[in-house]
């Protein structure tokens, strides 16, 4: 069993709404060392898989599937063996 980290953002290219939103708020708290706020999305998934290469394999084809949409976004993923 392996626990995969994905970690999905939008390309730098592409304006961020709700990233300049939260900028906006860390500002009006008076966070002023925040230049820049990019959101994005965080999921972490449990692979039933033998072997590493295999879960990551799988969470790649998740992620060009369903998790990212490879026009606007990117992704990123780690994943880890579950020690029982």
Same mark, same amino acid.
Request: a neutral charge.
């Given at each position: 069993m392996f *626990?995969?980290?994905v970690y999905v /953002?939008?390309?730098p290219t592409v304006n961020d709404p709700q990233g300049k939103t939260?900028?906006?708020g860390l500002k009006s *708290?008076?966070?002023d060392q925040? /230049?820049?706020v990019r959101a994005g999305k965080?999921?972490?998934i449990k692979v039933d898989a033998t072997e590493r290469a295999e879960a990551e394999a799988t969470v790649e084809e998740m992620c060009r599937k369903l998790l990212a949409n490879p026009v606007i976004e990117g992704y990123r993923y780690e994943v880890d063996e579950i020690l029982l």
């Open positions: *626990l995969a980290k /953002t939008l390309k939260i900028l906006g *708290l008076g966070f925040a /230049t820049e965080y999921l972490e």
